[in-house]
């Protein structure tokens, strides 16, 4: 098992149209490689923590990088793992403004999931750093 913590900047500004579509595929692409993770975005940076079986997580980061949407991808994280941090989530997601993401199924339904986490994985710490850092707090 393998966890792999990226951050990178979009290229413009993204709408929620297309965060919607980014979260779509991500979850189409996590599934077919049996990826759980959580996909963070705020005024133009994203972050994503992905995790699975080593070579799954290594063809999806291929993929990632590749990716025309994001820019100046940066590997925070690349490790070994004993067992999933995120189990439930084919792609746990979290933008700035939730109004039209909330009925997408895999929302992230509050940052407070992380937050309150008790994990001290290093994954889980940098999310919650990124979430602190961005006031990125959203709760339902």
């Known amino acids: ?22 979260l779509k595929s991500a979850q189409k692409n996590n599934k077919a490689y049996n990826i759980t993770g ?7 940076t994203f972050i994503q923590a992905i995790e699975g079986e080593a070579k799954d997580v ?13 820019k100046s991808l940066i590997k925070l ?16 997601f979290a933008a700035v403004d939730e109004d039209n993401t909330k009925e997408i199924a895999g929302f992230l339904g509050s940052t407070d999931e992380i937050l309150n986490s008790e994990n001290n994985n290093a994954a889980v710490n940098i999310l919650k750093t990124f979430i602190t850092t961005n006031n990125l707090v959203i709760t339902h």
């Open 1 to 22: 098992m393998k966890q792999i913590v990226y951050i990178s900047s979009a290229v413009r500004l993204m709408q929620d149209n297309e965060l919607l579509a980014i």
């Open 38 to 44: 959580v996909l963070l975005y705020s005024g133009g």
């Open 58 to 70: 290594d063809k999806l980061y291929d993929i990632v990088d590749l990716d025309p949407r994001h």
């Open 77 to 92: 994280l690349d490790k070994s793992l004993t067992e999933r941090n995120f189990p439930d989530w084919s792609m746990g």
